[in-house]
């Protein structure tokens, strides 16, 4: 197989995309004809976001997971394959395999709509539309780098693997590709981040929250600049998206509370009317029922014992009640002991053979929202030393993502995480022991230094709430990632796994076709990995 084949879906196999909730398994129109105008290019760019998730991958690579034993199942082998470590090479809709495809297939059909617009003189009038196929193509590379690489380390950036960025349609029947360094990649992105962020125009949309709209773009960029660490530009960004007063930009937890109904609920979540969603992709994938609060996937999952200790933690507001923040997320629980789950993550099916119930199961994505723009701005104040502004945007957020309308101080919660012990790595009976795990990580991160004390304080809350609004998400992978944390997953019937600050291992591997075809592999130690 062509390295073109297995970087790019064709633009008719990636067309398939979402406009609504309402329509959303609606099918987009046949991309395939030549693209010579406005209209057919804003058709296009609806297939330049991915239909995939990176969710189930590193959601069961984080420590939002753990073994109950072999008396439960396994939905699809990614779960088994994430929690283990393993290198993947099935072939589902949330293995490796796919989530490359999607992604690479979007950025084939940003890469058409940018050279049609070219070729049609780069006209004034179409540069929403260059600004979206920009913002599209850095965000596929960024989302399947948090996957596939190691987190970015400007110390080692110019050494560690990044992965190939594709710039422009394929034209040729075999293209060799490389993947370069990680510093390559994130220039790249960085540049696209630059040059498409003041091209977006929220007018062009029909339904700006479906597309990467002003907001959401800056949010995209602002996590892209704290992970590069820099700080005062993911402020920047951060500031378009919230501006100084963002207390009417949180969701409606208490409306979202009274609902009693879990399909109520779901849909609420990702209800594009939701000041706090950013950004909505729908994805064809069985999250929602792994993930999800179905009873499916029971092996390694997310527990109630987690959930106690991670969604229901004390912090520095006392003991978890109604008005701590993230009350939605702790209490609206549905499921086992074994598995539980928020209800976030709803299950839409389109049947293409009703009559044998033969269809593909979609999901919706939230990828950005003010909630976790709010804790990136926090978190890039914090690492610059801005605490005041920081303790801002903590209370911002503990008065709107909860109840509470205590005003903290950063002492208060120095305090409170100066009282806690580490979570040590290996915890006896870790799928139901709520006692030896607390919610304070050793901190380990990469390129920079996290000053014992205050700062660490602020930032052990930041990963905490954090951890609590993108759950499900596989968010947490990223900060595992990037901060260093040394994490163990149980096994049963075997000593735990630990991840340890050097294991490659965290960059999960690439598809084994990608490999076969040339593109270079992530490094495994196989003397015990």
Known sequence: ?????ILYLTIAGASFCLTSCDDFLDKMPDNRAEVNNATKVTSLLVSAYPTSTTAPLMEYSSDNAVDN??????????????????DDTNTGND???????????????????????????????????????????????????????????????????????AEKPET?????????????????????????LPLINDESYTVPKYHWNRKAANAFAARFYLFRQEYQKAIDCANVVLGNDPTTMFRNWAEMNGMANADD????????????NLIIMPVVSAAPYILGRYSQATRYAFSIALARTVLRSANVWGAYNRESPGTYLGAALYGSDQK?????????????????????????????TTEETILVRAEANTLLGNTAAAMTDINYFIHNVGAKRATYTAEQIDDFYQSLNYCPLNIPNAATNETDRTIKMKLNPLGYKVESGVQESLIHFILTMRRVMTIHQGNRFMDIKRYGIEIAHNRTGQTDDVLTLDDPRRAIQLPQDVIEAGLEANPRNFDNK
């Open 340 to 368: 539980v789950s928020c209800p976030i993550v709803g299950a839409y099916f389109e049947y293409i053979d009703k009559a044998n119930g033969v269809g593909y199961l979609h999901g919706v994505t939230v990828p950005f």
């Open 69 to 86: 034993g072999v008396l439960y199942s396994i939905y699809q082998p990614i779960e088994e394959a994430a929690y283990l470590w393993k």
């Open 265 to 276: 609920r779901e849909n609420a979540y990702i209800n594009a009317s939701q000041n706090a």
């Open 172 to 196: 040729q029947v075999k293209v060799e590709y490389h993947r370069g360094t990680m510093k390559e990649l994130y220039d790249k992105i960085e540049k696209d981040i630059e040059e498409g």
């Open 95 to 165: 293995d490796p395999k796919r989530v490359w495809d999607a992604h690479y297939g979007a950025t084939a059909s940003a890469n058409q709509a940018l050279q049609a617009i070219e070729e049609m003189g780069n006209p004034e009038s179409l540069n929403p539309q260059r600004g979206e196929a920009l913002i599209a193509r850095a965000y596929n590379h960024f989302a399947l780098a948090c996957c596939f690489c190691l987190a970015y380390n400007p110390e080692t950036a110019d050494k560690d693997f990044g992965l190939p960025y």
């Open 1 to 5: 197989m062509s390295m073109k084949n």
